[in-house]
């Protein structure tokens, strides 16, 4: 029985949001978790972009300092279509699983219509739905933080050993 369908993940960047959730669908493999990861692409340890990594291994450079174009977040250029592609392939929201994770719900992922049409429907779904969600963001981002169905948890270098376990008490799993 699940006690919080919808849980939401914030912290500032670097707090461990991401780690978090790895742990989390490390510890729920029978629940096939649908959806994607972001991983930091790094060359000569210096950050140069971020890549979507879905439950199923498909991979595609989110965003990348060597990336033009117009949506662009700091120094780095971000890849909309490319980004709209990777989530067709994935199909978050058709895919069977009883468990969407899906980070981040970002600022980058944002620029996205259909990343945004597809956070909705997941969290509309009667699928659980475990999301890291920016800290900080524009008008997505914080109607998505007010819904009155979510679970808001705050990661700090506090609680951030214990959380693992609160989030799999909530799911009740």
């Keep these: ?30 629940q096939r978790p649908v959806g994607f990861y972001t991983q930091e692409i790094r060359q000569g340890g210096t950050r140069r972009g971020f890549e979507a990594i879905s ?22 250029g971000v890849d909309v279509e490319g980004f709209e592609r990777f989530l067709e392939k994935i199909d978050i929201v058709g895919a069977a699983g009883e468990l969407i994770v899906i980070d981040e719900i970002g600022k980058m992922e944002c620029f996205s219509a259909r990343f945004r049409q597809l956070v909705t429907k997941a969290l509309d779904s009667d699928r659980v739905v475990i999301a890291t969600v920016a800290e900080k963001g524009g008008s997505f981002i914080e109607e998505v933080k007010k819904r009155p169905d979510i679970s808001l948890i705050q ?10 376990d609160d989030v799999l008490r909530l799911l009740s799993l």
């Design 1 to 30: 029985m699940v006690t919080a369908r919808n849980i939401l993940i914030t912290g500032s960047p670097g707090s461990g949001k991401t780690t978090l959730i790895d742990k989390i669908s490390g510890k729920l493999p029978g």
């Design 155 to 164: 990661l700090t270098s506090r609680n951030r050993d214990q959380l693992v």
């Design 55 to 76: 439950f199923d291994n498909t991979r595609m450079i989110l965003a990348h300092t060597d990336i033009g174009g117009s949506f662009r977040l700091g120094k780095y």
